[in-house]
């Protein structure tokens, strides 16, 4: 019993690699693959990244809460949810770049991938000093508001392949709902960079 919580940041570490690929490919991004899809076949890959997101998240949520549940916590799992996380967002990302330019959702994508691999320097480079920054609640929910306007972003990005109502109006307001949280997540994201830059700052003083 102990083992699920690794098992499902195992799965969700597949799930958002399988992701990527699916966009990768629908993008025509995957030799020998890309160039043998059928219209079809293609929204059908987009579908399939949605749903391997989704999933993703929903193991996200569990394997944490499992792990206190069972008294599972464990050094592999506390190394493997964060890259699992980094995966996931970052995979999702760069798989809905892949689908084609997006200039309305290019900075704020852009913003996150800043703040995600500048925080995760950060960690590298004062660990050695032994300074440690821990996950705070607001990066928690950051976590969540990225998923839930990623979900969105790649619902709207692939709204023909799960043939919702094509009204142009419709379509619309989905996108622009979905724009609002992207950039609602950017600047929360943004926010709790700060916060760790400065906890680190203090941490290590002047030296």
């Known amino acids: 019993m102990k083992s699920i919580p690794n098992i499902l940041t195992f799965i969700r570490l597949l799930a958002g690699v399988m992701m990527f690929l699916f966009l990768a490919a629908a993008a025509g991004g995957v030799p020998?693959?890309?160039e043998r899809l059928t219209p079809d076949s293609q929204f059908a890959l987009e579908r399939w990244a949605l749903?391997?997101?989704?999933l993703a998240c929903i193991t996200d949520f569990f394997d944490g809460w499992l792990a206190r549940k069972l008294d599972a916590v464990s050094i592999w799992g506390a190394i493997l949810d964060p890259i699992g996380d980094k995966i996931l967002i970052c995979g999702a990302i760069l798989g809905l770049a892949a689908l084609g330019p997006q200039p309305q959702i290019a900075i704020p994508f852009a913003l996150i991938l800043f703040r995600?691999?500048?925080v995760s320097a950060l960690r590298?480079?004062?660990?050695?000093k032994g300074v440690k920054i821990p996950v705070t609640f607001l990066a928690k929910c950051k976590t969540a508001l990225q998923m839930v306007a990623i979900a969105a972003e790649l619902l709207v990005g692939s709204w023909a392949a799960w043939g919702l109502n094509a009204d142009p109006d419709v379509l619309g307001v989905a996108t622009n709902i979905a724009h609002g949280i992207l950039w609602i997540a950017a600047l929360v994201t943004l926010w709790t960079g700060a916060q760790y830059w400065h906890k680190a700052h203090v941490a290590i003083g002047d030296d």
């Open 116 to 118: 995600e691999f500048a």
């Open 32 to 34: 020998y693959v890309s």
């Open 51 to 54: 749903i391997a997101f989704v």
């Open 124 to 128: 590298e480079g004062v660990a050695p």
